[in-house]
C-alpha cells in the first residue's frame, strides 16, 4: 500500500510539472515547426499522466494546496483531454498557426503560455481551500489577458484587461462573503449567514463567466491568438465550477438556491437571444450553454445528482468549447455542413452524455423545484424549436467526408458515447464520495 501511495503522489506532482518541462523544451527548440512537434508531444504525455493518475486509488491528503479525491483526478484528466482536443482541432483548422508563424518570438510564447496556464488550472482544481482557490482563478484570468497581449493591438489589450479587472472585482467580491461566513457565529446570526452565502456563491457564480460576464468573455477569446483561443474557452470555467462545487466543504454555506437559479435562467434567456446574432456563432455561444448547465448541476452539489450532472457537462465543455472557438474561426463550406451536427450535440439530442445529464437536471428540478424546472425546461424546448426552425439540421447530410468531418464525428462519438460509458460508474464513485465527505445525504 506503502508502495502505491507514493507513485500515486509522483502522479500527482507530474501532472503538474509535466506542462513546464515542456515549456523548457519548447524554449530549447528552434523553429516553429520544431516547437509544435514539441508541443503534440507534452500535451499527449500529460493526458496519458493524468490518466494513470486517475486510475490511482490512495488514500493521502497531502495539503491545502493539493487534494487526493476522486473529483480531482478527474478534473485534471478533463483538463488534459481539452488541451489535447485543441491542439489536434489546430492541426486541421489552422496548420499555418501552428507550425509556420512569421514572428517567431509571439509563436514560442504563445505555445510557452499553453502548458503554463494549463499547469495553473490543473493546480487550480487540486485546491481544497477557497483562499488559494481563488488566488488561481486570478493568476489564470491574468495569463488569459497575457494571451490577449500577445495578440497585439489595442482592442486585444482593452478585452484582456477587462476581464482581468471583472474577475478581480467578483473574487474580492467571493472573499468578502467567505471571510463574513468564517467570522459570523452561525446561530446567533442565521441571516446574516444567509447574507454571506449569497455574496460568496453570486461572485464565484457571476465569474464562471455568465451573464452579464459572458460578452466580456467572448471577446477574450475573440481577440487571444488562436493557438490560446481553443484552450482559453473552457479553462477558466472548470476551475470556477470545480470551486463551486468545493463551496460545500465550508459548514456555515448556506446558498439561496432561487437567487442562484434566477442566475441560470437569466443567462439561458441571454444565451437564447444572442444565438439568433449572426455575427457570433452559434457554436462558440453554446460554450456559455454548457457552463450554465454545470453551475446549475453544482447547485445541487450536496447531492450525487449535481456533482454528476456537472462533471458530465464539464467533460462536454473541454471537447466543445475548443471545437466552437476553431469553427467559428473558419468560414468554409466544409465546415458548415457540420455545424447542425454539433449544434445538436451541444442541445443534449444524443443518445447518452448530456442528454442523460439533463434528464437527471430536469427531474430533480422537477422534484425539488417544479416551477423553476418548467420554465428552464420551456427555455430548453425554445432553443431547440429555434435551432429547427432555421431549417439547418439534417440528420444525413450529403457532403465529403474530409479530415475535418472525420474529426468532428469523433469528437461527437468521443463526447456523447465512450466517454460517459468508460467513466459513468467513477463519476457515481466521485458524486458519494464528495457528498459523504461533506456531510450530504446520498
Excluded at 6 to 12: E, G, N, P
Excluded at 120 to 140: P, R, S
Excluded at 301 to 308: D, I, Q, R
Excluded at 312 to 329: E, H, N, Q, R, T
Amino acid at each position: 500500500m506503502q508502495t502505491s501511495n507514493d507513485l500515486a503522489k509522483i502522479l500527482y506532482w507530474a501532472c503538474v510539472i509535466w506542462p513546464f518541462v515542456g515549456v523548457i523544451g519548447i524554449f530549447a527548440c528552434e523553429g516553429a515547426a520544431a516547437r509544435a512537434r514539441c508541443h503534440f508531444i507534452v500535451s499527449g504525455i500529460l493526458v496519458i499522466l493524468t490518466g494513470l493518475s486517475a486510475c490511482m486509488a490512495d488514500n493521502f491528503f497531502l495539503s491545502v494546496v493539493w487534494s487526493s479525491d476522486g473529483l480531482t483526478r478527474f478534473l485534471r484528466l478533463i483538463i488534459a483531454v481539452g488541451a489535447g482536443v485543441s491542439t489536434l482541432l489546430l492541426t486541421f483548422w489552422s496548420p499555418r498557426s501552428l507550425f509556420f508563424d512569421k514572428s517567431e518570438k509571439r509563436h514560442l510564447w504563445t505555445l510557452l503560455l499553453f502548458h503554463i496556464i494549463t499547469a495553473t488550472a490543473i493546480l487550480a482544481v487540486g485546491v481544497n481551500n477557497l483562499f488559494i482557490a481563488l488566488l488561481f482563478i486570478v493568476v489564470l484570468a491574468a495569463l488569459l489577458m497575457m494571451g490577449c497581449i500577445l495578440n497585439q493591438g489595442g482592442s486585444s489589450l482593452k478585452a484582456g484587461w477587462a476581464v482581468f479587472r471583472y474577475i478581480l472585482l467578483l473574487i474580492i467580491m467571493a472573499l468578502i462573503g467567505a471571510f463574513l461566513l468564517a467570522a459570523v457565529p452561525v446561530d446567533n446570526a442565521p441571516f446574516l449567514a444567509q447574507l454571506s452565502s449569497v455574496v460568496l456563491s453570486l461572485g464565484v457564480v457571476l465569474a464562471a463567466g455568465l451573464f452579464p460576464m459572458s460578452i466580456s468573455f467572448l471577446r477574450l477569446n475573440v481577440e487571444m491568438p488562436i493557438t490560446l483561443g481553443g484552450i482559453g474557452s473552457f479553462i477558466l470555467s472548470i476551475p470556477v465550477i470545480a470551486t463551486l462545487l468545493r463551496l460545500h466543504q465550508i459548514p456555515s454555506y448556506d446558498p439561496s438556491e432561487p437567487l442562484l437559479m434566477a442566475l441560470v435562467i437569466i443567462s439561458l434567456c441571454f444565451i437564447l437571444l444572442n444565438e439568433q446574432n449572426r455575427e457570433r456563432s452559434s457554436l462558440y455561444l453554446s460554450a456559455n450553454l454548457l457552463i450554465t448547465l454545470a453551475i446549475c448541476g453544482g447547485i445541487f452539489a450536496n447531492h450525487p445528482e449535481g456533482v454528476y450532472i456537472s462533471c458530465l457537462f464539464m467533460m462536454a465543455l473541454v471537447i466543445f468549447a475548443p471545437l466552437g472557438y476553431m469553427v467559428s474561426k473558419k468560414e468554409t463550406n466544409n465546415l458548415s455542413s457540420f455545424e447542425s451536427w454539433i449544434m445538436l450535440g451541444l442541445s443534449g439530442f444524443p443518445p447518452i452524455g448530456i442528454f442523460w445529464a439533463c434528464s437527471l437536471l430536469m427531474s430533480y428540478l422537477m422534484i425539488w423545484m417544479p416551477w423553476v424546472g418548467i420554465g428552464v425546461l420551456c427555455l430548453l424546448l425554445i432553443r431547440g424549436y429555434v435551432l429547427f426552425q432555421r431549417g439547418g439540421v439534417f440528420f444525413f447530410p450529403k457532403f465529403p467526408l474530409t479530415k475535418e468531418a472525420k474529426v468532428i464525428i469523433g469528437l461527437l462519438i468521443l463526447q456523447t458515447v465512450l466517454l460517459p460509458i468508460f467513466t459513468s460508474k467513477w463519476l457515481h464513485m466521485i458524486a458519494i464520495e464528495f457528498v459523504k465527505l461533506h456531510g450530504g445525504s446520498p
